[in-house]
């Protein structure tokens, strides 16, 4: 039996979307699942052993017709006996329906009969669950394979023991207190409306330092590294001489490593949230006020902490929309009482 799953967009979506291929090798041992994502995202896919294939879609193939259709007639050759595409978008819907497939499986959309011959009905927004809808609906996607009830719902990221050396050996060049935990902080969101504002930010990371006398560690990519800067700038000079602003991991794989090494990660929800989750990590987590809450609050526990308006102030979610909570972003992010918040980090620092 050969198995497609097909998941784009950003890194924690990939990685969410693991749980396809992890329980249908369980599933079925001996088939060949195969992983199909951005180049982007490859590098929290690597070493899953419930992966035989891991196929990108490059932008460039994705944006001219021509290398499109030459990609699509490509899987189709491979002649997958199924195809769970989890993304569910024009040019997926075009590779599952072309794939020959005999399961075509995706969600229900009014226009999705067209390409999918099983289409799955998305629990919405209200279901209660503890383990978030984003986990659901796609264990819902298994259905037409899997008819036992599924328990293996979390997703996993598989470091070697040379990436966890290479992390040890990275953290052992720098003066960290190694009697002091060592906390990942999320500084920066995604996207614009998912950053925590820069004057809070840097006053959650003075009173951590101030809780715990921690090491701090900035996750943020290349390109966001002049705003990395504005934010240590804001921290007090105490503050600064615990964040090792130049210990950083120039690829994904070696912050995974590091991650892995960290006693917690602080800060945004969003990608690297899933991955410290992934890795067993604790996580303490601020949502931006627009994103959605039953689908992304996963695995919330006393180790899993997330902050959400709607859990303080879900009034205001009756009174105005998604779209205009969004472009009000940080009018909302004022909403936070960040007493509350230094409460709850507080309570957080003493169980781990």
């Not at 040019?91 to 011959?117: D, H, Q, R, V, W």
């Not at 994103?291 to 303080?312: C, G, M, P, R, Y």
Request: net charge positive; proline share 4%.
């Amino acid at each position: 039996m050969k198995i497609l799953v097909i998941q784009q967009k950003r890194i924690g979506d990939v990685l969410t979307s693991t749980i396809l291929s992890n329980n249908l090798k369980q599933k079925y041992p001996n088939a060949q699942v195969d992983y199909m994502c951005y180049a982007n995202c490859v590098d929290v896919l690597k070493n899953n052993p419930n992966i035989d294939n891991i196929i990108v879609l490059e932008e460039k193939v994705r944006k001219n017709y021509l290398s499109l259709f030459q990609f699509i007639f490509k899987i189709r050759s491979s002649k997958y006996d199924a195809v769970i595409d989890a993304y569910s978008k024009l040019e997926t819907n075009l590779i599952t329906l072309f794939s020959g497939a005999k399961y075509k499986i995706s969600y229900k959309k009014g226009y999705s009969n067209i390409f999918y011959n099983y289409n799955i009905e998305r629990l919405k927004n209200g279901t209660k669950s503890e383990i978030g809808l984003a986990i659901i609906n796609r264990l819902r996607l298994l259905k037409p394979l899997i008819k036992e009830e599924i328990t293996d719902y979390k997703p996993k990221v598989f470091l070697t023991d040379s990436e966890i050396n290479k992390a040890k050996e990275m953290l052992s060049k720098f003066p960290l207190k190694t009697d002091k935990p060592t906390f990942m902080i999320g500084i920066l969101g995604s996207e614009w409306y998912k950053t925590y504002p820069f004057e809070k930010m840097a006053e959650l990371i003075d009173f951590t330092v101030a809780t715990t006398d921690a090491n701090l560690l900035f996750n943020y990519i290349p390109k966001q590294k002049e705003d990395a800067q504005k934010i240590f700038d804001l921290c007090q000079p105490e503050t600064q001489k615990r964040i090792y602003f130049d210990l950083y991991a120039n690829d994904l794989r070696s912050f995974l490593g590091l991650l892995s090494q960290c006693n917690a990660l602080i800060g945004n929800e969003g990608g690297s949230v899933n991955m410290a989750k992934a890795l067993f990590v604790p996580t303490f987590s601020l949502f931006s006020p627009s994103v959605d809450k039953e689908t992304w609050q996963i695995f919330e526990d006393e180790k899993n902490i997330s902050i959400h308006l709607k859990d303080l102030k879900p009034e205001i979610y009756q009174e105005f929309d998604e779209k205009y909570i969004k472009e009000n972003t940080f009018k909302y992010f004022e909403e936070y009482p960040i007493a509350l918040i230094k409460e709850k980090l507080k309570a957080f620092f003493k169980l781990l």
